[in-house]
């Protein structure tokens, strides 16, 4: 294109001294020629901006993370023109296109269309545009090339992929079911605790109480504890899609991951989550799953909320100090982090951080109960955890 936009000008150029040493007819009717080209090729590729029409659908308008949809576009020609030169530059950041690439120029005869139909993969979930994002049009003298945006964009909610795993070979599940105790497993109040707000009123143990001048509760050693839960770190770390969007799929599909292969295995879970403040989703006897897959699959995350908020919240709820264990879904594992896995692993509840990170994780803490899990962001779910 560069090279015919040369040619042209040293014709031109070559032209322009023609009349000036010589004259005559033919010389100034080469030089109008030449002077016109230009402008022929800008009023084509405007004709071709006004008449040119597409067309794009998807079948389905709520997609699944890296499940195939069907796909197409048409390409109209809607004038009396030869269309040529026309390529279609599609969106790559997020999903692929099966069998289309940009590198196609297409040439539409007047009043024709082209019609093609593929297959698109979202890779992540998520709103965002897919499909046909810019058109490129080049001139019949390749002098221009000239780009614009779709102006009609297809725009697709993408829920997260469930992913079913075999195991959790991160979290031990038959020893987590019960408390450790070194005594009789059937025995009961083997050893106290102080009093936390919403702790069972029957369960003080009245004379530890009055010797310690505090309230003090009886724990139950060898008693099954009351199911999992699960906490989902709330903050949007960035602004930009490119680095929102891979993370967040990874943590919602780990999420899922985690409520699907426990409740299937008939453990109670409940998982919480800051939205106008703590919510809070339970899976019990395999009925509850679709209501938390329809929540996490519009979940937003916040640069408002941290994960501080949602540990102060939690512990609000004197629940989560009853339960089995505790997975926390993150993108980071820090101090705070820290402080939350040993305060409940001080009241025997065993914790399991999946950190969604592509950096190394350093876990350092002298925490016998903590497993802390990396999970890259292009990772395998069922290879990791």
């Known amino acids: 294109m560069r090279r015919n936009r040369l040619v ?18 033919i010389t100034y009717g080469i030089f109008f020629l030449l002077t016109l080209i230009p402008v022929v090729s800008a009023l084509y590729i405007f004709i071709v901006t006004q ?22 576009f048409v390409l109209q020609n809607e004038s009396f023109v030869l269309f040529s030169g026309i390529r279609v530059l599609f969106y790559s950041s997020f999903s692929e296109i099966s069998g289309l690439t940009d590198q196609t120029e297409y040439e539409l005869l007047p009043h024709d269309g082209i019609r ?26 390749r002098l221009f090339t000239f780009a614009y945006r779709n102006p009609e964009p297809k725009k697709v909610m993408v829920k997260p992929a469930v992913i079913h795993l075999s195991e959790l070979k991160s979290f031990d599940l038959p020893q987590s079911s019960l408390r450790e105790s070194r005594l009789n497993p059937t025995e009961a109040d083997l050893t106290l605790r102080e009093y936390v707000p919403g702790d069972d009123p029957r369960m003080i143990h009245w004379k530890a109480t009055a ?4 309230l003090m509760v009886r724990e ?37 991951a985690v409520n699907l292969f426990l409740s299937g295995k008939g453990i109670p879970v409940e998982t919480y989550f800051l939205e106008n403040g703590l919510q809070s989703c ?26 501080e908020h949602l540990y102060e919240e939690v512990m609000r709820k004197a629940a989560i100090l009853n339960r089995q264990a505790v997975f926390l879904i993150l993108h980071e594992w820090d101090a705070k982090a820290e402080r939350f896995a040993g305060e409940l692993n001080r009241h025997h509840v065993s914790v399991t951080a999946y950190v969604v990170t592509d950096d190394e994780v350093s876990f350092e803490n002298d925490l016998s109960r903590t497993r802390v899990i990396r999970i890259p962001t292009d990772a395998d779910l069922s290879g990791v955890m």
């Open 8 to 25: 042209l000008l040293v014709l031109w150029l070559l032209s322009l001294i023609g009349i000036s040493l010589a004259g005559g007819e």
């Open 51 to 72: 008449l040119f029409k597409i067309y794009q659908n998807v079948e389905g308008t709520n997609l699944t993370a890296n499940h195939p949809a069907v796909f197409s």
């Open 116 to 141: 093609k139909k593929t297959d698109i993969v979202c890779h992540y979930r998520g709103e965002y545009e897919i499909g046909i994002r810019t058109i490129e049009i080049t001139d019949f003298f």
């Open 211 to 214: 010797a310690a001048e505090k």
């Open 220 to 256: 139950r050693i060898g008693e099954q504890q009351e199911g999992i839960s699960v906490l989902l770190d709330p903050h949007r770390y960035g602004t930009a899609m490119e680095d929102c969007l891979p993370l967040e799929n990874k943590m919602l599909e780990t999420l899922i």
């Open 282 to 307: 339970e899976i019990n006897r395999g009925s509850g799953f679709d209501g938390l897959y329809e929540r996490m699959s519009f979940y937003r995350f916040d640069t408002e909320y941290g994960m």
